[in-house]
C-alpha cells in the first residue's frame, strides 16, 4: 500500500540535544513538507521540498534542518537552537505544490 | 497580512447537518482545501475549490466564494465517527497553503 510513515509516533529528548525525526513516502510525490501544530493554532510550516536536492524555508524554520537526499525521504532535525520544540510534528507530500496533501501519523516530540 | 478564521468549536446532534465557516485574507488564491482531523492523528483530505459553487461528495459538501473571501464544509446526516476537527487551508499566490486553527465538531447523541 502506497503511504506516508513518520517515526517514532512519540519521542522524548532531553533540553540542548538534536534529534532528528523521520519521514518516508511511497507515493511518488514530488512535493514534502514539514509542519508543527500546537493547540490553537493552525499548521505551520518548517520546510518544504519540490524536488531532490532542493528545499525552502517555511514561516518557522529557525532551529531546525533538513535534507532531502532521495525522493522517498525527507528527515528533519529538531536542534538545540529551538526555544520551544514540543509539539506534534506532521509530515506531508504532494504530486505537486497544489494538490491534495497526504500526511505522516504525526511525532509527538517532548522536550524536557 | 494572510489570515484564515474559522469558529473554534462547534456541537451538533447525531443525524442533522451543520455548517462550518471558514473566511480568509491572503495574497492571492489558488484554492482552498477542507481536512478532517481526529484528535492525535494526520489530517486527511476532504474537499478541493477553486472555482466559486457547490462541490458535493456524499455527505459532505463545499462551498466557495473568492468575491466574499468565504467558504463552508457542509456536513449531513451526523454520524457520531464525524466527531474532529475540520481545517481549512487556502493555497495562496505563491502556491504555499495557509491554515486555519481548525474547528473543533463535537457530535451529541
Known amino acids: 500500500d502506497g503511504g506516508i510513515t513518520q517515526s517514532p509516533k512519540y519521542l522524548f529528548r532531553k533540553e540542548g540535544q538534536n534529534v532528528t525525526l523521520s519521514c518516508e513516502q511511497n507515493l511518488n510525490h514530488d512535493a514534502m513538507y514539514w509542519y508543527r501544530q500546537d493547540p490553537g493554532q493552525g499548521l505551520r510550516l518548517i520546510y518544504y521540498s519540490q524536488i531532490v536536492n532542493d528545499f525552502q524555508k517555511g514561516d518557522i524554520a529557525e532551529g531546525y534542518s533538513v535534507s532531502r537526499e532521495k525522493k522517498e525521504s525527507f528527515p528533519l532535525t529538531v536542534t538545540s537552537a529551538q526555544k520551544n520544540p514540543t509539539a506534534f510534528y506532521l509530515c506531508?507530500?504532494?504530486?505537486?505544490?497544489?494538490?491534495?496533501?497526504?500526511f505522516g501519523q504525526g511525532t509527538r516530540l517532548t522536550v524536557v | 497580512g494572510q489570515n484564515i478564521d474559522q469558529p473554534t468549536e462547534m456541537t451538533a446532534t447525531e443525524g442533522a447537518i451543520v455548517q462550518i465557516n471558514c473566511t480568509y485574507q491572503t495574497s492571492g488564491f489558488n484554492g482552498l482545501f477542507w481536512y478532517q482531523q481526529h484528535a492525535g492523528e494526520a489530517p486527511t483530505f476532504l474537499s478541493y475549490n477553486v472555482l466559486d459553487g457547490l462541490e458535493e461528495k456524499g455527505r459532505f459538501s463545499s462551498f466557495l466564494s473568492r468575491s466574499k473571501g468565504y467558504s463552508y464544509l457542509l456536513l449531513k446526516e451526523l454520524q457520531m465517527k464525524d466527531s474532529a476537527s475540520y481545517l481549512c487551508a487556502v493555497s495562496d499566490s505563491n502556491y504555499q497553503l495557509i491554515w486555519g486553527a481548525g474547528t473543533k465538531l463535537i457530535i451529541k447523541p
Open positions: 506531508a507530500s504532494s504530486a505537486t505544490l497544489n494538490t491534495e496533501a497526504f
